[in-house]
């Protein structure tokens, strides 16, 4: 009788990369749906593109580094990765946009570096701030949510303005995003930090209809969203909390004492933690296990050092958002992050 | 102290980092009892089953044993015997597939049992508490119990801790799936096993023993804190059950909140553990005399029929086992000696199971995940999530891929237990431990080469400081031997010409003795004593490194100081020739010594018609047929002075040849040299009435080159003499020529001896009047020489060959010649 012969341990959790990445793909749904209700169908259609793009540039980049093309799709890594980036851009930008986000975020970002697990970066964040500083027009081209725009649009309109750029009426994007008062409006961040520099108060500010008492209209609720998503990845045991609490603590913590010090400035916490993409960033983009901190102890100053980036780049930078610019740099701190926070090795220097 | 005491005996638990849950699988084997199998066909009994030295064999091929007889004694350290599990026949001693992740073969003893299964003469211990350490100690030694937990440390060496302990750990915890057996151990024989540990307390003293146990197991638990009732040293604690809670040092912390020291064992920290099947192999040996020769096994897995624990005799063959137990194997069956977990597959079932053996799993392909294919590592650090030992399981497995061993010992690698939950909770399926366990191999070869190296290197040094010093010392030995050897010889050159001054004084002012000494292979220090003046020949002379060289150069200053001494100032001049050749090519270096002899006198002839002229033409031929050429030597030697006596009637010329022939054609050459020395005399004879001239001609020939050297010599002595004659027409002219060829540097050496001739000259005066006393050997030659002095006060010149030989023919000779 031939036995087979193995390396123990001889059983495994049925952990596997493709239930991982699936089950964060399936945490966005709760924001997702909210970014539906809110801004119309257009992430959807940004969402088919980037799936079929990510798709169709991972197997190509597969077939030209001669590697088998299935396992590294089935993985559901670069599903991930389109999931994020089309829930990140505006709705309606044009269609190239989220194509050419996939094309960088997969072959350069991902497969030049190695392939999963060797990216130093984010991919869907590194994709998001080249469309950002590359295309900042349409990358900036929110639309208010839908109960404050003009002249609503239907899914077909959507559809032509993604890949025509007019709807079928001759609306281009800018006049669709026009208000009922006629002025185009811009993200509750946005509106926020330009009011300030006007001289408004926040509070002032905040009577424009984009706001509720809290948060930006909708945006509070997609960010409620992540947060039931995120809230269940950690009941999941998909990711672990010290990323997303030292994370939304510190912006928090920095928020408060900036409303306290300056409260005719400073927006405050709560606007802060349910405002942009923070609740995303928090659980979804932040604790992308490979470009995060692998130690408890690294995972708890890498969140914190984003969450204060964060916070210094919305109050004092010249960007509205700031979580892809945060992750992306603090990527950068990994390694040394890594290396000055190994843990104790039982029966290193304990106490006897 | 007393806090940490109070607390464990509260029942507290501390926890250890990491740890998973994998399914338990325990049921399928612990609820029914023990059962025993039927003795096997055949027992394969390895000698090794523990950590340590093999024992030494007992048995032979063919011997009939009894069950529990020792097949092996105790050698070395750490070395525990083996046993007969059954009665029968040792069948072969032969290499077996051993019960190993490689299964390389083991020396094993097979036994094929008789049936009777008939015990060797127990010795049962009523009351162990009578016994002493010592013969605990023993006991356990002999019984061959070793670790049965998994390790196989040899027992009795823990028992025999020296350094105080303060907590028994008895690991009790059984944290693999699927193994129970030390469940129903304790279940069944849970008396048994607080015995054992009572006999460890009695060994130990420790202060207090706990018993830890998952709480999955709570009949043994009941069952166990029953027995350990009496005992109030015992405290059966309850651990939660969480992979790996069993690891030793999992355990420490978790029943005392210690770590044992990354380098070190549980003793340092006063801490001893052993396990529970171990504690009753000890009570077995220590009470009823039983040596380890059987243990519970707990055969499973869905691919048995009957899952269950059985008592199966040590080298009971796995099949065995399957068998009895009812096995159906699926396709590609794998077989696990060991849990899950940290046990290993087996390529055969035909090996005898060990002291450690303590589950066999023979799952299917449902119950155990399949492994997948490996994929990339996502830095999830599930795994440093799930490490009991807080390593960086992700971070070691990059380094293990790239094989920065460097980083792998910075990160701790040689910390990880192996236990598996890394690679259990990856997601990628990266099979962690594998990685681990070949870069600890590697690292330990890189250690091993590295340590190699550096010894190499070591003696490598070592031998290069050697060499260095005993060149040094050579070179010093070559610096300090001249400079002594001068100053020895200075003084013996100042006592010499001390002496010569007092004789000459005494003795007749004008004789003129001509002593030619041939000293073959005499004494040196004699040569040393008899030379005059020879200080700067002397240091040079020093220079060589063979006695054997410089001893002829002896001889040779001897033959100058005797050519010398017969100068006097007006009489006789003697000339001597002194040619050595020491060349292989002895024969041709002869014949030119001869031709240098036979020119020299006849050169020296015409100069002087009143005094005699000798020329001696001392032929050295130094050969392997030595004493033959030298009877001969002897023979010239003594014709010499026959042959001065007639040619010189008012003043004798002597002429002392001393011909030395060392060739291998010595007698050829020596003949020749004899002629030429002969014909020296009558061509002398006539030359010279009153002043002598002396033309000595000192050919040596030191080299191989002899031939060259040889006719640098010749050239040199037959000049010399040439110019000396006129400067001295009344006086005698001593012109001798030195002519040394030094092997390579011949003609350099040549000018050397030219500049010692003045020197030779000046003691010349002297010499001849200390020639006779210092020629004591060669009375008969001297004898011969005195009348002739006599007859001629003023111009008597004496020529005085002496020449030494240990040929003891010489004398005889030389009487019958004179």
């Keep these: 009788m031939k036995l087979t012969m193995a390396s123990s341990p001889h059983n495994h959790s049925h952990k596997s990369l493709t239930r991982l990445m699936l089950s964060v793909i399936a945490a966005c749904i709760p924001g997702l749906i909210a970014q539906v209700f809110f801004f119309g169908t257009g992430v959807l259609i940004q969402l088919v593109l980037a799936l079929v793009a990510v798709s169709v540039f991972e197997a190509a980049i ?287 220097g304990a106490v006897k | 102290m007393d806090k940490l005491l109070e607390q464990i005996k509260k029942g507290t638990v501390w926890a250890f980092p990491g740890g998973i849950h994998p399914p338990q699988q325990k049921s399928l084997s612990n609820s029914a009892s023990i059962t025993r199998l039927p003795l096997p066909d055949k027992l394969i009994v390895a000698l090794k089953q523990h950590i340590g030295a093999n024992g030494k064999l007992l048995v032979e091929k063919g011997q009939y044993v009894l069950k529990g007889q020792p097949l092996t004694e105790p050698a070395a350290n750490w070395s525990v015997p083996v046993h007969a599990p059954s009665s029968g026949v040792v069948t072969d001693i032969a290499p077996m597939p051993s019960a190993h992740p490689s299964a390389l073969p083991e020396l094993s003893v097979i036994i094929e049992p008789d049936g009777k299964d008939e015990w060797v003469a127990l010795n049962k211990n009523k009351n162990p508490a009578e016994l002493s350490h010592d013969e605990l100690i023993n006991i356990i030694h002999q019984a061959g119990i070793s670790g049965m937990g998994g390790a196989g440390f040899p027992t009795y060496v823990k028992a025999d801790t020296k350094q105080p302990i303060e907590f028994l750990i008895v690991n009790a915890v059984e944290c693999e799936p699927y193994i129970t057996a030390d469940d129903v151990l304790m279940r069944e024989h849970a008396k048994e096993v607080i015995q054992g540990i009572e006999i460890m307390q009695q060994l130990l003293n420790p202060t207090l023993c706990i018993v830890g146990i998952e709480d999955n197991k709570p009949e043994a638990i009941a069952a166990m804190k029953q027995a350990a009732e009496h005992n109030s040293k015992i405290i059966i604690q309850t651990v939660p059950t969480i992979y790996p809670s069993g690891g030793e040092k999992q355990l420490i912390k978790l029943l005392t909140n210690r770590e044992v020291p990354s380098i070190g064992i549980p003793a340092d920290i006063g801490i001893l553990v052993h396990n529970t099947g171990t504690l009753f192999a000890v009570q077995q040996a220590v009470y009823e005399g039983k040596p380890l020769i059987e243990r519970i096994v707990t055969v499973t897995g869905n691919t048995i029929h009957k899952p269950g624990n059985v008592w199966a005799l040590l080298g009971t063959e796995i099949k065995h086992l399957l068998d009895c137990q009812g096995f159906s194997p699926v396709p590609q069956q794998s077989v696990v000696m060991g849990g899950p977990m940290m046990g290993f597959t087996l390529p055969t079932v035909r090996i005898g199971i060990v002291k450690t053996t303590n589950c066999i799993l023979a799952p299917d392909h449902k119950e155990l995940a399949e492994p997948g294919p490996e994929k990339a590592c996502i830095r999830c650090s599930a795994c440093a999530d799930a490490c009991p030992a807080s390593l960086l399981p992700q971070q070691l497995q990059w380094f293990a891929k790239s094989k920065e061993y460097d980083k792998l010992q910075e990160h701790n690698l040689f910390d990880c237990i192996e236990c598996g939950a890394c690679a259990y909770v990856c997601p990628s399926e990266i099979p962690l431990v594998q990685y681990y366990r070949i870069a600890k191999v590697e690292i330990k070869e890189q250690q091993a080469d590295k340590i190699k190296a550096d010894r190499a290197k070591e003696r490598f040094d070592a031998r290069k400081e050697r060499l260095e010093r005993e060149q040094e010392e050579r070179q010093n030995r070559h610096k300090r031997k001249p400079a002594a050897k001068s100053a020895d010889e200075k003084q013996k050159v100042a006592e010499a010409l001390a002496r010569v001054k007092n004789k000459s004084d005494n003795g007749d002012e004008k004789s003129a003795v001509a ?22 020949v002397a240091k040079e002379r020093a220079l060589r490194k063979e006695q054997a060289r410089k001893y002829k150069e002896q001889k040779s200053q001897t033959d100058e100081s005797a050519e010398t001494a017969p100068v006097d100032d007006k009489k006789s001049a003697v000339a001597a020739a002194i040619a050595r050749a020491k060349a292989k090519k002895a024969a041709q270096a002869l014949d030119n010594a001869e031709q240098a002899t036979n020119e020299e006198p006849q050169s020296a002839a015409p100069v002087d018609d009143k005094k005699a002229a000798v020329a001696a033409a001392i032929a050295r031929a130094k050969a392997k047929k030595a004493a033959k050429a030298l009877e001969e030597a002897e023979q010239t030697v003594s014709e010499a002075p026959q042959s001065d006596t007639p040619a010189d009637d008012k003043k004798a010329a002597v002429a002392a040849a001393i011909a030395r022939a060392k060739a291998k054609k010595a007698a050829k050459a020596l003949e020749e040299a004899e002629q030429t020395v002969s014909e020296a005399p009558q061509t002398d004879a006539p030359v010279d009435d009153k002043k002598a001239a002396v033309a000595a001609a000192i050919a040596r020939a030191k080299a191989k080159k002899a031939a060259k050297a040889l006719e640098e010599a010749e050239q040199a002595t037959s000049e010399e003499p040439q110019s000396d004659t006129p400067v001295d027409d009344k006086k005698a002219a001593v012109a001798a020529a030195i002519a040394r060829a030094k092997a390579k540097k011949a003609a350099k050496a040549l000018e050397d001896t030219e500049q010692t001739q003045p020197q030779e000259l000046q003691v010349d005066s002297a010499a001849p009047k200390s020639a006779e006393s210092n020629t004591d050997d060669s009375s008969v030659l001297i004898n011969a020489d005195k009348p002739k002095s006599a007859d001629d006060k003023k111009k008597a010149a004496v020529a005085a060959a002496i020449a030494r030989a240990k040929a003891k023919k010489l004398q005889k000779e030389g009487n019958n010649q004179s």
């Design chain 2, 515 to 536: 002593a030619a000494i041939a000293r073959a292979k005499a004494k040196k220090q004699q040569g040393e004593e008899l030379e005059p003046d020879n200080s700067e």
């Design chain 1, 62 to 348: 597969m077939l030209i580094r001669k590697r088998p093309v299935w396992p590294a799709l089935s993985d559901g890594s670069a599903w991930l990765t389109a999931v994020l980036l089309a829930l990140s851009i505006p709705p309606l930008a044009p269609w190239w946009i989220i194509v050419i986000g996939c094309l960088f975020s997969i072959v350069i970002v991902k497969q030049l570096y190695g392939g999963l697990g060797f990216n130093l970066f984010n991919p869907a964040m590194a994709a998001y701030v080249l469309l950002l500083v590359s295309f900042p027009v349409q990358m900036t081209a929110w639309l208010p949510v839908t109960d404050l725009i003009n002249t609503p649009i239907g899914f077909a309109d959507q559809l032509r303005l993604i890949f025509t750029d007019f709807t079928a009426s001759g609306f281009s994007l800018d006049q669709v995003r026009a208000g009922v008062d006629g002025l185009t409006m811009a993200t509750p961040l946005d509106t926020v930090k330009t009011d300030i520099a006007h001289g408004l108060t926040v509070t002032e500010s905040m009577q424009k209809p984009i706001f509720n008492e809290w948060a930006g209209l909708g945006w509070a609720w997609v960010n409620l969203g992540f947060l039931a998503g995120g809230l269940y990845l950690l009941k999941a045991k998909i990711i672990n909390w010290h990323i997303p609490v030292s994370f939304i603590v510190t912006l928090a913590v920095c928020s408060a004492i900036g409303y306290i010090a300056s409260p005719g400035t400073e927006p405050g916490t709560l606007f802060h933690l349910l405002s942009g993409a923070t609740m995303m960033g928090a659980f979804f983009i932040a604790t992308d296990p490979v470009s995060a901190a692998t130690t408890n102890k690294g995972r708890l100053i890498y969140g914190a050092l984003i969450g204060l980036l964060i916070y210094l780049i919305r109050t004092f930078g010249g960007f509205p958002d700031a979580i892809a610019f945060s992750v992306l740099l603090i990527n950068i701190a990994v390694p040394l992050i890594d290396y000055y926070t190994q843990p104790r090795t039982y029966g290193h």
